[in-house]
């Protein structure tokens, strides 16, 4: 048996409030970590000081089941995949669909008709400069941090330049080239030796002046920067600051790419968080959402930046897994559901109820330093990473998973599924007031 007692219920709805049987990790997500942690590398799962992971039965809406049957409102949404709720009925559909004419196909050598479709409706939907004036033209990726390295690659390609622009703090993805640019030094330490040299970095949402003087000498070929900082903390820049950036990018003949791998497809209650300030970048790099739970990103960008990529041979990016037909298939079904629930909508009015609620949090709580978010993405900032563990382990105690991130671990991040009901919300966030409280 791989999944839990034979009594684990079944989620038949997504919309149900908390329900613990057994205080989280039960015994069968401790059985299920020891057998993990002896076949797996350490430190992908367990958690630190070998405390056991959980383990998740099932998934839906906004409700999550582990394998000892407890039940969870999901204030993470799946690191922000599930903008849609965790297994919506019309993406398991189309996977379903795909799935009974094709899982794979040919790369970059054969496609097959959903991908195209995507192309064509992400081409249309993400707001790049230049789209009014020229077509569109779509990249595909594996994940988040593949698509950071082809829009990093699209522009040294189209530019010819050799420097990249990042910020402190950031996240951009693991692998080499994403990690050159993700700021946390506890990702980066360990590979410095192996990290190319070709990145400035100024602070997140830096003064003109110092943006400007960064760019002045016309080697930077793109500045990648994420229109909210997700999982370092929630940052939210001043207003005018991306138009800034934008604009100081244009002067410089440097193109912007901006990271929407977390804010992309409605979390911040635009589809795209640099409408919010009206900038339209050069690239944009989007992942998470997009699939649904299926692993699928994209970069989008004007054709005359991804004709840099014609070689009239064999691709210069690509990988076995690209453009996966049942990932190609869940996209499709996602951006139906956000357009047909209007759930871009429903994340900003999602992100005036949190803001409401969170607003006293400062000064009711001592351990609350600030809160700070925009739509569906909200950060509470504790004064200490211990404040910030206790807060998600209570919760979790009570039903209630969200995570701690931030450069320091300190913030608590709020990043619920767009289709949480307001019962489901309220009811979480009573339980964060409840842990915050305290005994
Ligand atoms: N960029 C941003 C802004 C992200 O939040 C993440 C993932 N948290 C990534 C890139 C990397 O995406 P992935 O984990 O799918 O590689």
Redesign the pocket.
């Known amino acids: 048996m791989s999944e839990g007692g034979e009594d684990v219920p079944h989620l038949e709805r997504g919309d149900l409030p908390p329900a613990i049987r057994v205080a989280p990790p039960g015994p069968e997500a401790r059985r299920l970590s020891t057998r993990l942690g002896a076949a797996e590398a350490p430190g992908i799962n367990t958690l630190a000081g070998d405390e056991p992971s959980l383990l998740w039965a099932e998934a839906l809406g906004a409700n999550v089941l582990d394998v000892d049957g407890n039940r969870y409102v999901d204030l993470t949404a799946g ?2 995949v599930a903008a849609v709720g965790h297994r919506h009925p019309r993406v398991v559909e189309a996977v379903r669909r795909q799935a009974g004419r094709l899982l794979h196909a040919l790369g970059d050598v054969h496609a097959h008709p959903a991908r195209v479709e995507l192309a064509e409706r992400l081409a249309a939907r993400v707001p790049v400069a230049g789209a009014r004036e020229e077509a569109v033209a779509v990249h595909p990726a594996i ?6 390295e082809v829009a990093v690659k699209t522009a040294l390609l189209a530019s010819g330049r050799t420097t990249v622009l990042a910020f402190a703090p950031s ?5 080499l080239g ?1 990690l050159a640019l993700t700021a946390r030094d506890a990702f980066r330490r360990p590979f410095a030796d192996h990290l190319h040299p070709h990145v400035r970095r100024l602070p997140f949402a830096a003064p003109e002046a110092e943006v400007e003087a960064a760019l002045a000498d016309g080697h930077v070929a793109c500045a990648v920067v ?1 229109p909210i900082v ?2 370092e903390g929630v940052l939210v820049p001043p207003a005018g600051w991306l138009a800034a950036l934008a604009a100081a990018c244009q002067r410089s003949g440097t193109l912007l790419v901006a ?1 929407e ?3 992309g497809f409605g979390r911040t209650g635009c589809w795209f968080a640099v409408e919010h300030d009206g900038v339209r970048p050069d690239l944009v ?1 989007c ?2 959402a997009l699939g649904g739970g299926l ?1 699928i ?1 994209a970069v989008v960008g004007r054709r005359g930046l991804m004709d840099a990529w014609a070689t009239g041979g064999e691709a210069l990016h690509t990988a076995t897994f690209v453009a996966n037909p049942l990932a190609c298939a869940a996209a499709l079904a996602v951006l139906d559901v956000l357009e047909e629930e209007a759930l871009v909508q429903r994340a900003a009015v999602l992100g005036e109820r949190l803001g409401e609620r969170l607003a006293g949090w400062p000064e009711r709580f001592a351990a609350v330093e600030a809160v700070r978010g925009r739509g569906a993405l909200w950060g509470v900032e504790l004064a200490t990473k211990e404040a910030a563990y206790g807060l998600v382990d209570g919760a979790r105690a009570r039903g209630v998973l969200l995570l701690a991130g931030g450069p320091e671990g300190r913030v608590a991040q709020l990043v619920p599924p767009l289709t949480i009901t307001d019962e489901q919300l309220e009811t979480a966030l009573d339980v964060l007031e409840e842990v915050l409280a305290g005994p």
């Open positions: 690191f922000g994940s988040g941090s593949d698509a950071v996240y951009h993805g693991t692998t994403a994420e997700g999982r990271d791998v977390f804010t790099a992942g998470k692993p990103a």
